[in-house]
């Protein structure tokens, strides 16, 4: 089979975009963002590579309406916060385009894959996804992924907007790893040849900028170091599940520009953000330090089948005195003044539960997710006199929901996230605000 197939000619074009939806209406199983191609998706993409070469398309709408508690909610981490005046909005969440393109080997192994996906909503047209993979052939163990492409970091990034249950990621996911993707090389060792024993098990080493689609460019020397160890579903022998899971760590960091930094400290017994004024702190790295570990445990049934997905996160993270999410580009001031870094101790974890109803078609589904982005204060000991914000302030939320298939390409879910913030004597977190947020998503895919 002669993978080099010259240019298309007119007269077959209807021909192809017919096989490229009959393609992809099959392969859209591929769960994650960023997945490493498997034996399954590979014969997939084969039905349109025989004729036409291995080129395939996908992509999915997500018109949505959403009501708040309050005017003005504060919901960055349900799809943005509501205007000042507004409790309720239609929006489009995400309208994606994907392209995939692989070359495979004489043997049918994959050899070059391609991918390029683009974002377009009412508020613009964003690329998402541009990187290319070459696959060793040699051994037969080794993928080098460059470009822009998801942070292979924990499970719930690593899973796709189109099929995961729940509206958006978790609050701690958002922030820390923020718009998941990021510029950078990731190195994949799993074993591909036929009859591998280890072939379940990942190991991704990962080196990036750190600030992500959050930011146009790198603005420091500081590179994000990325290293997950995974092992995909496996049936646990006599017990009716499958289980899956992995460790994931991320050691990175922001360049201070000022001789300024805080931290947390502690004198009296009472921990405070403590100043730290040296002008050897210029250059010096604020650290940004993640340690992670996730499950995912199914059983086997497909009617009445029960899922549970779970993971921690814990460790450093450096923002600014108003936030922990990470920059996007160097903080600075309504004067373009740089801006000094904080550096905290957070923890955080989410639990989903996915109950499908007899048919496949219904699901219910329940999550729980905290982010502490300050483990060493709670409650009223966080105060801005001691150098705290609402940066430090906890929140848990509780969301629960429906989804329905109406058929294979639309799906829809109503949703309502309950958004719990701890009482602190902070201003305008004294008390739990208004903040719960109900979602009725649709989902047109191909």
């Given at each position: 089979m002669n993978l080099y197939s010259p240019p298309i000619k007119s007269k077959y074009l209807p021909v192809l975009f017919v096989a490229l939806l009959i393609s992809y209406s099959q392969a859209f199983a591929q769960r994650t963002i960023n997945d490493v191609m498997d034996s399954t998706t590979v014969n997939h993409l084969l039905i349109i590579s025989k004729k036409y070469g291995s080129l395939s398309f996908s992509g999915y709408l997500q018109p949505q309406f959403q009501v708040a508690e309050s005017n003005g909610a504060q919901a960055e981490y349900q799809g943005g916060n509501f205007g000042e005046f507004t409790n309720n909005r239609f929006r489009l969440r995400r309208g994606r385009l994907r392209a995939d393109y692989m070359l495979l080997t004489d043997d049918g192994a994959p050899s070059t894959y391609f991918v390029l996906q683009f974002d377009g909503t009412e508020q613009g047209v964003a690329v998402r996804d541009f990187w290319g993979r070459y696959y060793e052939n040699k051994w037969k163990i080794l993928a080098v992924t460059l470009g822009l492409s998801g942070r292979p970091f924990g499970n719930e990034l690593q899973l796709s907007s189109s099929v995961r249950e729940a509206p958006e990621r978790g609050r701690m996911s958002q922030i820390l790893m923020r718009t998941e993707r990021d510029l950078g090389?990731?190195?994949?060792?799993?074993?591909?040849?036929?009859?591998?024993?280890?072939?379940?098990?990942?190991?991704?080493?990962g080196i990036y900028n750190g600030q992500g689609l959050a930011g146009t460019a790198e603005f420091d020397n500081s590179k994000d170091f990325i290293l997950r160890l995974s092992h995909k579903s496996y049936k646990m022998k006599n017990l009716p599940f499958t289980v899956a899971g992995g460790i994931s760590t991320l050691q990175g960091g922001l360049n201070h520009r000022l001789p300024v930094s805080y931290k947390m400290e502690k004198a009296n017994n009472i921990w405070y953000m403590a100043k730290d004024s040296s002008a050897s702190t210029i250059n010096k790295v604020a650290p940004r330090r993640y340690y992670g570990a996730d499950i995912q445990?199914?059983?086997?049934?497909?009617?009445?089948?029960?899922?549970?997905?779970?993971?921690?996160?814990?460790?450093?993270?450096?923002?600014?005195?108003?936030?922990?999410?990470?920059?996007?580009?160097?903080?600075?001031?309504?004067?373009?003044?740089?801006?000094?870094?904080?550096?905290?101790?957070?923890?955080?974890?989410?639990?989903?539960?996915?109950?499908?109803?007899?048919?496949?078609?219904?699901?219910?589904?329940?999550?729980?997710?905290?982010?502490?982005p300050n483990s060493k204060v709670k409650g009223t000991d966080i105060s801005s006199s001691l150098g705290l914000s609402a940066a430090d302030v906890k929140f848990n939320t509780f969301g629960f929901g429906f989804l329905h298939h109406f058929n294979p390409h639309f799906k829809a879910v109503i949703y309502y996230d309950i958004i719990k913030n701890e009482s602190t004597q902070i201003s305008g977190y004294t008390s739990d605000r208004k903040d719960n947020v109900l979602t009725l998503r649709t989902q047109f895919y191909f």
């Open positions: 090389v990731t190195f994949t060792l799993n074993p591909r040849w036929k009859g591998a024993k280890l072939k379940n098990i990942s190991l991704d080493f445990l199914s059983t086997n049934t497909k009617s009445w089948k029960s899922e549970l997905r779970a993971e921690v996160i814990s460790g450093l993270q450096t923002g600014t005195a108003t936030t922990s999410t990470t920059p996007g580009s160097y903080p600075t001031d309504s004067q373009s003044e740089p801006l000094p870094y904080y550096t905290r101790n957070f923890n955080g974890a989410y639990f989903t539960f996915v109950q499908t109803l007899n048919s496949t078609d219904n699901q219910l589904i329940l999550k729980y997710d905290w982010y502490d």
